[in-house]
């Protein structure tokens, strides 16, 4: 049985050196102008390029549709190895929601410059993340949860950095941390396929390959730290070694 669907099917019934900068608060302050500005980007750049280019589809849609139907919060983990795995993850949720979603960023990376910041701030609401100079107001952990409390959900690459290709590092201790202060929301494992190969790092234009997008069900992990991580790595290994399935 085919349990592969295609992107829009999900939504049709639902309508360098680090730099040190003050913290931003961690709850978004977004504009009206700025949510519409990512729904048009989406609309009108992101979509298509995923689905007519890159032929992105899902399995395991129905875990996601129950989360985008009941208007679920929700931290959605997955691999990481491209620029286009945000993207990907994002497109597959309402326009109207996008606003709520709050991919977790690297600050140094992503707030290198007033241009970068304001991109990645307007058209995919990045919550930035330092990863030096950590300070009581602005440690990742209690940035989440500010972002968790306020009603929003997460989206997190619990490996750290982007990977090479399909080869998964191991994860690190945040989303343990998150999880253990965070035990009433869900997360929900995710592996992306192909994307690390369309648009690997040090590259710009993403090449034409089969993407997707692989889901498995909401999961609260408990026990130690380690054993979160042990948990939650091998929900989303366990995607990737499903075998395609025959039409």
Same mark, same amino acid.
């Given at each position: 049985?085919?349990? %592969?669907?295609? &992107? ?19 709850? %978004? ?8 500005? +990512?729904m048009f980007f989406f609309a009108l750049l992101v979509r298509p390029l995923l689905l007519f280019v890159l032929g992105l589809r899902v399995r395991g849609g129905a875990q996601l549709r129950a989360i985008i139907r009941n208007r679920e919060q929700v ?6 190895? %491209? ?13 109207? +929601? ?13 707030e290198q410059n007033w241009l970068i910041a304001w991109l990645s701030r307007t058209f995919f609401n990045i919550l930035p993340i330092p990863r030096a100079h950590l300070t009581p107001s602005n440690h990742p952990v209690a940035r989440m949860k500010a ?32 999880? +253990? ?11 992306? &396929?192909?994307?690390?190969? %369309? ?7 993403? &090449? ?27 929900? &989303? ?11």
């Amino acid at each position: 049985m085919n349990h %592969s669907i295609n &992107v829009f099917g999900l939504l049709e019934p639902y309508g360098r050196a680090a730099i040190v900068r003050p913290a931003q608060p961690a709850v %978004s302050t977004r504009s009206r102008a700025a949510n519409w500005a +990512q729904m048009f980007f989406f609309a009108l750049l992101v979509r298509p390029l995923l689905l007519f280019v890159l032929g992105l589809r899902v399995r395991g849609g129905a875990q996601l549709r129950a989360i985008i139907r009941n208007r679920e919060q929700v931290i959605l983990i997955a691999n990481h190895s %491209s620029h286009l795995d945000t993207l990907a993850l994002l497109s597959l949720f309402p326009l109207t +929601q996008l606003r709520h979603l709050r991919p977790v960023a690297a600050a140094d990376y992503f707030e290198q410059n007033w241009l970068i910041a304001w991109l990645s701030r307007t058209f995919f609401n990045i919550l930035p993340i330092p990863r030096a100079h950590l300070t009581p107001s602005n440690h990742p952990v209690a940035r989440m949860k500010a972002v968790l409390a306020a009603g929003d959900s997460l989206i997190l690459f619990p490996e750290g950095t982007r990977g090479c290709h399909e080869q998964m590092q191991h994860f690190r201790t945040g989303i343990a941390h998150l999880a +253990q202060e965070a035990p009433d929301v869900p997360i929900l494992p995710a592996y992306l &396929v192909n994307l690390g190969r %369309s648009l690997p790092k040090g590259e710009f234009i993403p &090449v034409p390959l089969f993407a997707e997008a692989r889901f498995g069900l909401p999961l609260r992990p408990q026990g130690t730290r380690a054993e979160i991580i042990a948990q939650l790595e091998a929900a &989303v290994r366990a995607l990737q070694k499903q075998q395609e399935e025959l039409p």
